[in-house]
């Protein structure tokens, strides 16, 4: 008779296909859309551009090896989906780190990391792979191919992602104090505002992959126990969801869709040209839509107000160009 953590992940499972089918789509139109339009590729989007190449062939390949472990391609689907979820970690750690030099260092040369993020993101996860070829440790665990249990699992994976979710969230927490530092400083904002106020937080937690943080505690309870199923569940819709809800976060808003209008109106479609013009009724009040979704108003506004202090109007600056694109 099957229990109710047996019924727990069936559901789940089909969960997870829904919402990876998503996340794979979701990833795939942000690598579409960024690539079309070069003027929305700023330094931040380009590093999301590249985390979605991660997630995008992480969750294409995981799906691929449920389907492949009775063929020839069971021992490399394991392989490359190794190679790419660990990609997606370390590329949510430029993301975060790129977040805290541009907001909290204020760095205006942030984008002299992009080598070294290239480095890290893509040849320290090769090398892990490589290890763990050599040793043979990618195995058909029964209708899925992966890594080996316990040892292979706990450093190949476990330790690397366990350590940049930490690292992440120290970042995060440095990044939303000064996020909240500016916007204690801006005028009185409306309810309007405050939701504006939490996509900024939203759009930083998702690509930061701060999701994992539920799989990673999931492992420190009981099997079957409530909190297991709270954080299982948890990490099952969001983590799967992660190239979906990075497609939400940084497409869905005036300023693609007036690109996309303006591309569709040039291939003879006259229906979207009274979109145009979109992304320039975007620019009054607090925020401005951008990619990721919002951010604060440039120094020029903020010297309007005569309370405003030096320290947060740099602040909103470096908020701002953490996510703007060139015009």
Same mark, same amino acid.
């Given at each position: ?32 859309? &960024?690539? @079309?339009? *070069?003027? +929305?590729? =700023?330094?931040? #989007?380009? !590093? ?5 190449? %991660?997630? /995008? ?8 090896s449920y389907r492949s472990a009775e063929n020839l391609f069971c021992i490399p689907s ?34 002299? &990391?992009? @080598?070294? *993020?290239? +480095?890290? =993101?893509?040849? #320290?996860? !090769? ?5 763990? %070829?050599? /040793? ?77 943080? /539920? ?113």
């Open positions: 008779m099957k229990t109710s953590y047996d019924n727990l992940n069936i559901a789940l499972g089909y969960i997870t296909d829904i919402f990876l089918c998503l996340s794979i789509i979701g990833s795939f139109l942000t690598i579409f859309t &960024f690539i @079309l339009f *070069y003027r +929305l590729r =700023s330094f931040p #989007i380009r !590093l999301i551009v590249y985390l979605c190449f %991660s997630i /995008f062939f992480a969750h294409l390949f995981f799906e691929v394991a392989i490359l989906i190794h190679y790419f979820f660990l990609a997606d970690f370390f590329w949510t750690f430029c993301v975060s780190f790129n977040f805290f030099q541009m907001i909290v260092k204020r760095n205006r040369d942030a984008e002299s &990391f992009e @080598l070294y *993020y290239h +480095l890290i =993101s893509w040849g #320290i996860p !090769l090398v892990i792979v490589i290890l763990c %070829s050599s /040793f043979q440790k990618y195995i058909n665990k029964g209708g899925f191919c992966y890594l080996e249990n316990d040892l292979p699992i706990y450093l190949g994976f476990f330790v690397p992602g366990l350590i940049i979710v930490c690292a992440n969230s120290i970042t995060f927490f440095f990044t939303a104090r000064e996020i909240q530092k500016t916007f204690k400083h801006s005028p009185p904002t409306k309810k309007k505002e405050k939701s504006k106020q939490f996509r900024v937080y939203f759009s930083i937690f998702i690509s930061i992959g701060f999701s994992w943080l /539920f799989g990673f505690i999931t492992v420190f309870f009981k099997n079957g126990s409530i909190p297991q199923y709270i954080f299982q569940i948890l990490f099952s819709i969001t983590t799967t969801l992660q190239g979906f809800l990075i497609f939400v976060s940084y497409c869905l808003n005036n300023k693609v869709f007036a690109h996309y209008a303006r591309a569709l109106t040039a291939l003879g479609v006259p229906f979207f040209e009274r979109f145009q013009h979109l992304d320039s009724t975007s620019a009054t009040g607090t925020y401005n839509n951008t990619s990721n979704g919002t951010h604060l108003r440039t120094m020029s506004d903020y010297s309007k107000n005569t309370n405003q202090n030096t320290e947060s109007t740099d602040s909103s600056v470096s908020i701002k160009n953490s996510a703007q694109q060139p015009a």
